[in-house]
């Protein structure tokens, strides 16, 4: 039997031909394996899917799938395809986001990480980012700490500080609902925050505080908060609530009749909240960091197209966290023509975004010295619905981020760089 019939023969060769393709695969210069996307570049994103905070988290999500769609279409970053790793942090629990941050950069080696919308959980989530030298992007976490007093180097944050938020509403609320106000607020770092954020705008203006409540994340009963906050005779009852606590605060509030005696209002409100709610509860004057509706401003038309066509649904501010979020990273490494992180940093600093991503009248940056996005806020009121069945907020007026940015020195922020 000649060797080209014997099939041991045959079998050895395949082996050994497939031992040198391997072989030169590894050899083959770093720019030729990319090509062939055998190193794709990876995102990891540890956000809530489950819990009080598993509706904007869900949104997040789709935000970041819809720009890697794009960025891919484009080439991809560097050269290279992009992936995504998710995992589910829960809404409120820091141990599990801390395990599924380590879990990514260690064991996925990602080249960039995403979360959080929990405040706590981002705060924790920071801590492994900075350990690890990663570059991190904070798309929802609101309090102020994560680009004031414990900011990184390697850490931006999409939304705004909780005192952008209360300096953008305060006056809203004073014209609209009076001065004495009673707080309902989600006892973690974002209410406590914000809270504060809030009596010292409102001080500033003549607002005062009548009383206050903690109120577990999670919490589904509401009345004991709100007999309370009756009691206290206030002109308004401050909602600092988010995600299934705000529905669950509102709809009882309403429920009580409150609204036909008191004001009901807030400072940050979210489109999944109110469509959560009964049309009847959708009132209240409010902040909200992105709005669908903004006639005349570029590209924001085909944004909610895409999204409309990928959810059902017209985006949030939190798909547009998601979706800046996941383009920074690709906006952060074409500037500076690397994936270090340290490069990186450096470049995203003070960096513009482009329209198709900003989706603002003026261009969101990232401001250099703290690494938090200046960005436009939408101040109005919510309604049982406009022009379009998903149209719930009537905005009254644009503010300009910077307006009521306030100064690094204020939030405290004292960037270290690696030496």
């Known amino acids: 039997m000649s060797e080209n019939s014997d099939p041991a023969a045959v079998g050895r060769r395949n082996l050994m031909r497939a031992a040198l393709a391997v072989g030169a695969a590894n050899l083959a210069p770093p720019f030729l394996r990319s090509a062939r996307g055998e190193q794709p ?6 956000n809530p899917l489950t819990g009080p905070y598993a509706a904007p988290g869900k949104n997040e999500l789709a935000g970041c799938e819809l720009a890697i769609s794009q ?49 706590a959980l981002a705060l924790a989530m920071a801590q492994v980012s900075y350990e690890k030298g990663v570059l991190h992007i904070v798309p929802g976490g609101h309090t102020d700490a994560i680009t004031g007093a414990t900011c990184h180097w390697n850490v931006f944050r999409v939304c705004n500080a909780t005192q952008m938020e209360a300096n953008a509403a305060a006056q809203q609320l004073i014209e609209k609902a009076g001065r004495k106000w009673y707080y309902i607020t989600p006892d973690y770092a974002f209410g406590h925050t914000l809270q504060a954020a809030l009596e010292k705008a409102a001080a500033r203006l003549g607002g005062t505080k009548v009383g206050a409540d903690l109120a577990p994340l999670g919490t589904t009963d509401y009345s004991s908060y709100l007999i309370k906050a009756q009691a206290a005779n ?14 669950n605060a509102l709809k009882q509030a309403v429920q009580f009749g409150l609204d036909k005696r008191l004001h009901l209002a807030g400072a ?22 992105w709005y669908w509706k903004q006639p ?17 649904k017209v985006p949030t501010a939190r798909t547009w966290f998601g979706f800046v979020s996941t383009w920074s ?21 003070g960096m513009k975004l482009p329209p198709e991503v900003g989706l603002m009248p003026e261009a969101p940056f990232y401001r250099a010295e703290d690494h938090q996005l200046i960005a436009s806020l939408f101040v109005g009121s919510a309604q049982a619905g406009g022009s ?19 100064s690094v020195e204020d939030g405290g922020c004292k960037m270290v760089w690696p030496s």
Not at 234 to 247: A, E, W, Y
Not at 268 to 289: H, K, Y
Not at 296 to 302: F, I, L, Q, S, W
Not at 339 to 345: F, G, P, Q, R
Request: glycine share 10%.
């Open 41 to 46: 570049v990876l995102i990891g994103l540890v």
């Open 71 to 119: 960025i891919n279409a484009k080439g991809g970053i560097l050269g290279r395809q992009v992936e995504l790793r998710v995992e589910d942090s829960t809404s409120g629990d820091a141990g599990t986001a801390v395990q599924k941050a380590r879990k990514v950069i260690e064991r996925d080696s990602v080249n960039f990480l995403l979360g959080n919308i929990n405040s």
């Open 234 to 247: 206030p002109d308004v009852i401050v909602f600092l609530t988010q995600g299934d606590d705000m529905i």
């Open 268 to 289: 940050q409100q979210e489109l999944e909240s109110l469509e959560g709610l009964p049309p009847e509860a959708r009132i209240g004057s409010w902040v909200f960091e």
């Open 296 to 312: 005349g401003v570029p590209h924001v038309a085909e944004f909610v197209e895409a999204i409309r066509k990928k959810t059902g």
């Open 329 to 349: 990273c690709a906006l952060a490494a074409a500037s500076a023509k690397s994936l270090d992180a340290i490069k990186m940093a450096k470049a995203l600093g």
């Open 388 to 406: 379009d069945p998903e149209d719930l907020f009537n905005v009254a007026r644009v503010t300009r981020g910077i307006d009521v940015a306030g």
